[in-house]
């Protein structure tokens, strides 16, 4: 193990989102892509082509008036850390260049554009549809080059992207933090750009390993288990992969939370 | 017997003519060894001097900047200039409103003070300092993390810059746009100094060293 990090806690962030509360306005894939430099295309409805890390999807419960019923679902990077967190990430794991790799220190999995060569097994191995390939050069309107966060480094044609959970704002945070002589950041002072974006409260973001966190308070993770919620309204997208994501969902609805898990049609028994 | 001294005249002759092919031969791999021997001097003397000559512009700093009267005139050492902001990052080389502080005026003869007063003081234009340790886009760096936290000295890194009357001729890589001071001076890699070179793998190297591993892409890619 590392010596700097012998004084320092290992972390695992993660994301709480409550699904009641998200009205699906897409704050957060606006703010998404303004902090980390994601370039948009002329035809941005075109989707084997345009980039979202974070992305909002829209569900229906599929009956008509008066039962109908729908539920915005956003969707980063999962930032799975695969059985017992032992790194084994879908993407990972089928990465012939180490281009990504999971942090054990914080739990997130990186991307390194330099590194990546474009072969695209990441994402088709990713079971979230979290991961994007860049088929052009990102091309910026007049001046807007200027105004780029110099913080994220922009990507080039032929390689992956993903979101990062605003890794970039975490060594902000650890700059500042050593500035004032501590080794530890507090919760609120590493935030992603789409928790603070969201209007309606609906994303919580912290430490899943520090009791005082509240995405900790929220879900209860269960270590015993993977990592799987003790709160029964919490859940997370196709939790039987065992892929053990790092993004928590909240609902009260049943329906949304059987959405989360491709179950078959009149499955009586959930597996987990 | 007939038969056998002719074999042994012939067996002569064919010997006589293997000692002429053997002397022939002699002379012309002589001559390709000499050959080879020529041209691996050449090809070497073009790999290792005259491609780095080529492979590098030479640039001059706009100004000639001497860091021994500078540190002496300081009471901060390196941080004086060279310092932190509030919120841990790093300022780097000074900005132009930061040197007028003190060179508002000339305070001295030299001519090198005196263009600098006289061309970008009066006329309130940043000097455009060529930066030796710029790393590539995709690096993060934190100064304050090596600095303040593990108490690392500049020079660990920088060498002894400090100590510096003249500034180095900056070397522009033509390939990769990058400085010398990356790859290091030794075009073959090797280094004796920790400050020689400043590449992923000395990074990767005093990490494995300090902290026992190495650690994840994140820790200094972004």
Redesign the interface.
């Known amino acids: 193990m590392n010596k700097e990090h012998k004084d320092t806690k290992t972390k695992k962030f993660g994301m709480v989102i409550d699904l009641d509360l998200c009205t699906g306005c897409g704050a957060c894939m606006v703010a998404c892509m303004a902090e980390n430099n994601v370039p948009f295309k002329e035809d941005e409805s075109n989707k084997l082509d345009s980039i979202t890390w974070m992305r909002v999807y829209k569900l229906t419960n599929g009956k008509s008036f008066p039962d109908t019923d729908i539920c915005y679902i956003p969707r980063p990077c999962q930032h799975c850390g695969g059985i017992g967190d032992h790194g084994h990430s879908p993407c990972v794991s089928v990465c012939p260049a180490t281009a990504t790799d999971y942090d054990h220190e914080t739990g997130i999995v990186s991307q390194i554009y330099t590194r990546c060569f474009g072969c695209r097994y990441c994402m088709a191995a990713c079971p979230y549809h979290a991961r994007y390939f860049n088929w052009w050069d990102p091309v910026w309107p007049g001046d807007m080059k200027e105004s780029l966060s110099p913080n994220v480094s922009p990507r080039m044609r032929g390689v992956v992207e993903k979101c990062s959970f605003c890794f970039h704002r975490y060594q902000q945070a650890k700059d500042r933090a050593y500035a004032n002589g501590r080794r530890e950041i507090e919760e609120n002072e590493y935030q992603t750009a789409c928790t603070q974006a969201c209007p309606a409260g609906a994303i919580t973001f912290g430490d899943l390993n520090n009791p005082e966190h509240q995405v900790h308070k929220l879900v209860n993770p269960d270590p015993k288990h993977c990592g799987r919620p003790k709160n029964p309204k919490a859940f997370r997208l196709l939790e039987r992969l065992q892929t053990n994501p790092k993004v928590y969902y909240i609902s009260s609805r049943e329906w949304v939370r059987r959405a989360g898990d491709n179950y078959i049609k009149n499955e009586s028994k959930q597996i987990a | 017997m007939s038969t056998k001294e002719n074999a042994k005249d012939e067996n002569t002759e064919n010997g006589s003519a293997d000692q002429d092919n053997k002397g022939r031969g002699d002379s012309s791999s002589g001559f390709i060894i000499l050959f080879f021997i020529v041209g691996l001097v050449a090809s070497l003397v073009v790999g290792w001097i005259v491609f780095p000559k080529l492979l590098y512009s030479r640039k001059k700093q706009p100004i000639d900047f001497n860091h021994v009267i500078h540190v002496e005139a300081v009471d901060e050492g390196c941080e004086s200039c060279h310092f ?6 790093f300022s780097g080389i000074p900005k132009l409103e930061q040197c007028t502080d003190c060179h508002e005026e000339a305070q001295g003869e030299d001519p090198n003070e005196i263009k600098f007063v006289e061309e970008y003081v009066a006329k309130e234009k940043e000097v455009p300092w060529l930066i030796y340790s710029r790393q ?3 690096v ?1 760096f ?1 100064h ?2 090596h600095v ?3 108490k690392m000295d500049c020079a660990t890194c920088h060498g002894p810059v400090g100590e510096s009357e003249h500034s180095k001729v900056y070397e522009k890589n033509r390939v990769t746009g990058y400085s010398r001071d990356i790859w290091g001076k030794n075009i073959s890699g090797f280094k004796k100094n920790t400050y020689d070179r400043m590449k992923m793998d000395d990074c990767a190297q005093c990490h494995e060293k ?4 190495k ?5 200094c ?2």
Not at chain 2, 215 to 219: E, P, T
């Open positions: 932190f902001r509030e919120d841990g990052t590539p886009d995709c993060f934190s304050v993390a303040k936290m593990a300090e902290t026992g591993d650690g994840s892409c994140f820790q890619h972004k």
